[in-house]
């Protein structure tokens, strides 16, 4: 069926998923290497003690004889955040400038409005309510000079976890939406610095093998240097550190200046207890009541990964234990009315129950865990929760919905009160709403679109069964040294890091650091003495982890609370002054960027506009004669009206104009641009044999319009496989291995087409397995 999208530039419903350093031009969907190919890509990769900055160079060749402009796409990892963006006119670096957002905005309008357009670059493309749940980001280019290239430079920073002594720091090269980028010389420098002591270092991407040219116990440096390079696997590294310096607390300080206050981390590694003979047995029954969310936001790769952690997790249980299976959309469907033992006949059940099953409707995430916590009254209860968090139905207000969540388990006895775990899937996954609901006796991960599941889904069910430390503090003497302690992770479990980062007002000769908590019942105590220098250069990037902790403490008390401007004007001060994005500031840059229409999802169209406080009505004029007033929204400050487009409309940009007036009776107009894409993606697949046996590799080649962006082949038990375009075949291909205990007989290969507007052309292909 076809179906008619509108793509307009005010509305956001969705957050549209981004591969990392991707530059399309500004007249299509996706990139194009007949337009813009990347003739060169430098990558300096520092990880400094649990915290990785990474620096991206990349030069951008035209290949068309007009001036371009572009998109510049990025996705981050969790908790990332981008500290420094520069564009290059020709041999002239121009750095990008953080500004409050509205303000940025305002600045940007003005001087297009003077055919003066500034590089506008921030988190999301809507505005900071959703920008507080991406970590998507998008930078406009422009000029792009015929024949000619532009440098583009950005950096990121972000933490870097440690579960059971061991790490895994992933640089998201591996595509989501678009096809594989060819590097024409692929250029990177890693180094590695822990005061505690490396272990086991190994470089696992093997399209990017790393050469080590340094290793001691605390520092690690390595390079790789190739052309023509095919960015198709994620850059990732894998190390640990010596579990013989668990238990030990180190701190690093950073002071640029006496005129500035000084700044330490202080880490201890925590010890994993060695087993006692008959422990195992000695464990509780658990009750887990899994959340399966099967709304019609957790399609294609979110509901597969969904898919595999549920599986993962039931497969861990034990037959003394029990457990439950709730899938929701609009609905609630249970597997069971009561949780059952987790016998192996129980758990297949459990997993045809959720192959059996279709995804529909919104999210009424509030009756879930309602529906959850019922299930949760014996044993050892644990609440697993899988979704991007979207809830649209019921409390649909972060800080309401966390709130009510919270209270309703304290209306349990300790004993029962459920640890809740919290898994976010997809990069537009609500990140802060999440993150609350796990503080309730819980943790939270997340997993993006395209970032391996392995090392991440494997330290989140670790830890079922397990507690965190309780009560874990840091005490510095003199109290007086110290200001403004942060904990860096949610919360601790054995084989972790334990981190804060802190401000020091006065140097000192030395200083103690203590670390208390209680472990399995047990007592910690863990102390370092250290000095507190007058001035210290050798962690740079300390200030600004200090300072995102801030923001990130800042941020959620907005999503708790609500926004104030006490604590709005704080966050953009650190921002500014610490140079990183923040969901209230962007960076504003010269040369000229042109924003694009956007993208929503199917349905009634969504329009959306945040106007001034003096503004008291909004009119829309559509190009199709319909006029509507916009309601004001006052939770949201937003204003907002859905609308169809009529079916005769044909592909193309509209217009839409805006009437507002204020208060005092002053007009003013606006023009929005708008989208219709309705034509679904022409197929054609084909398979290399039509006949192969169980256990061997099934490979597929498919040919699509050109404005699909996707093309995924399933089947019936085997992993979805991604068909990118390969330049020799001249055609999209994959491969999918037929799983060993497929019986003989006839099957279908499902192949599926999706353009940027979500519109999917499908075909079968018949495959014999004998």
């Known amino acids: 069926m076809i179906r008619r999208i509108l793509m307009a530039s005010l509305a956001f419903a969705v957050c549209m998923p981004a591969d990392t350093g991707v530059l399309i031009p500004g007249d299509r969907q996706q990139p194009d290497p007949a337009v813009f190919s990347l003739d060169e890509m430098a990558l300096e990769i520092l990880i400094d003690n649990g915290v990785a900055r990474v620096r991206v160079r990349q030069i951008f060749g035209n290949h068309s004889a007009n001036i371009q402009e572009g998109v510049y796409k990025f996705a981050l ?30 600045i940007y309008a003005q001087a297009k409005a003077q055919a003066i357009d500034p590089g506008l670059l921030q988190m999301g493309e809507g505005d900071a309510g959703e920008a507080r749940r991406s970590q998507q980001f998008t930078a406009r280019i422009v000029p792009i000079p015929p024949s000619g290239t532009k440098r583009i430079e950005m950096e990121y920073q972000h933490p870097v976890a440690v579960e059971r002594y061991q790490s895994e720091f992933v640089v998201p090269f591996k595509p ?12 990177i420098i890693f180094e590695l610095r822990s005061a505690h002591a490396i272990r086991d270092f190994d470089a696992i991407a093997k399209t990017y093998p790393l050469r080590v040219t340094e290793h001691t116990p605390n520092l690690v440096k390595a390079e790789f240097f190739g052309y023509n390079v095919e960015l198709k696997e994620d850059l990732a590294v894998r190390f640990a550190l010596d579990a013989a310096e668990a238990d030990t ?7 640029e200046s006496a005129s500035e206050p000084g700044f330490f981390q202080a880490q201890t590694l925590l010890r994993i207890p060695s087993a006692q003979p008959g422990m195992a047995s000695a464990e509780p029954a658990k009750t887990l009541v899994l959340l ?38 609009s609905e609630l469907n249970a597997f069971a009315p009561q949780p059952r033992p987790a016998s192996p006949q129980n758990i297949e059940q459990a997993l045809d129950f959720i192959r059996n099953s279709h995804i529909r409707g919104g999210t009424d995430l509030q009756r879930a865990l309602a529906a959850g916590l019922a299930q949760t009254t014996v044993g050892e209860p644990y609440l697993m929760l899988i979704s991007d968090g979207g ?38 996954a609500n990140l802060p709403l999440l993150r609350m609901l796990a503080g309730n006796n819980g943790y939270f991960d997340w997993i993006r679109s395209s970032e391996p599941i392995e090392f991440k889904l494997n330290a989140f069910l670790d830890k079922i069964g397990q507690n965190p430390l309780k009560n874990l503090l840091l005490a510095v003497t003199p109290a007086s040294s110290v200001d403004l302690v942060y904990p860096l992770e949610a919360s601790r479990f054995a084989g972790s890091m ?41 962690h740079p990037e300390l200030p600004r982890t200090w300072a995102k902790a801030r923001v990130d403490a800042l941020l959620e008390k907005i999503e708790r609370d609500g926004e104030d401007r006490a604590t709005i004007d704080e966050i953009v001060r ?8 923040t969901p209230y500031t962007s960076f504003l840059a010269v040369p000229r960027a042109l924003l694009r229409p956007r993208v929503i999802r199917p349905g009634d169209p969504v329009l959306r506009l945040k106007a001034d406080e003096s503004i008291v009505s909004v009119i829309a004029l559509f190009p199709f004669g319909l006029t509507k007033p916009l309601r004001y929204l006052k939770e949201e400050d937003t204003w907002q009206t859905r609308f169809l487009a009529p079916v005769d409309m044909s592909d193309g940009e509209y217009q839409v104009r805006l009437i507002l007036r204020d208060r005092d009776g002053h007009v003013y107009r606006e023009s929005k641009s708008f989208v219709i894409a309705s034509k679904t993606p022409v197929l054609r697949a084909r398979l290399e044999k039509p006949r192969v046996h169980a256990g061997e590799t099934l490979r597929i080649s498919a040919l699509a319009s050109g404005n699909a962006r996707t093309i995924t082949a399933r089947l019936y038990g085997a992993m979805p496989a991604a068909l990118r375009w390969n330049s020799a075949a001249k055609a999209n291909t994959g491969e999918i291995v037929v799983p060993a205990y497929l019986p003989p007989g006839k099957y279908s290969v499902h192949v599926t087409a999706e353009d940027i507007a979500h519109n999917v052309g499908s075909q079968e292909v018949s495959l014999e397995i004998w």
């Open 391 to 428: 809830a649209t139905e019921g409390i649909v207000h972060n800080g309401k919905l966390a709130e009510w969540y919270a209270a309703e388990c304290r209306k349990r006895s300790p004993a029962l009160r459920p640890h809740t775990l919290v898994l976010g899937i997809g990069d537009d």
């Open 249 to 255: 607390l180190r701190v690093v300080t950073e002071r």
């Open 292 to 329: 399966f969310d099967n709304s019609l936001s957790m399609q294609w790769d979110k509901l597969e990964r969904s898919f595999a952690a549920c599986e993962a997790a039931l497969r861990r249980l034990r037959p003394a234990d029990s457990f439950n299976l709730l899938l929701f959309n």
């Open 77 to 106: 990892p969790d908790k990332a955040t981008v500290s420094d963006f520069a564009v290059w006119d020709d041999v002239t670096r121009i750095p990008g400038v953080i500004l409050e957002r509205r303000r940025a905005g305002e």
């Open 574 to 581: 650190l921002s500014k002054k610490y140079k990183f994005v």
């Open 176 to 187: 989501d939406v678009y096809g594989v980028q060819i590097a024409g010389h692929l250029t």
């Open 498 to 538: 334990a981190t804060w980062a802190g401000q020091y007002k006065t140097p000192s000769t030395q200083a103690t650091f203590t670390v208390t908590g209680i472990r399995d019942g047990q007592a910690l105590h863990v102390s370092e003495t250290v000095p507190l220098p007058a001035t210290g250069a050798e």
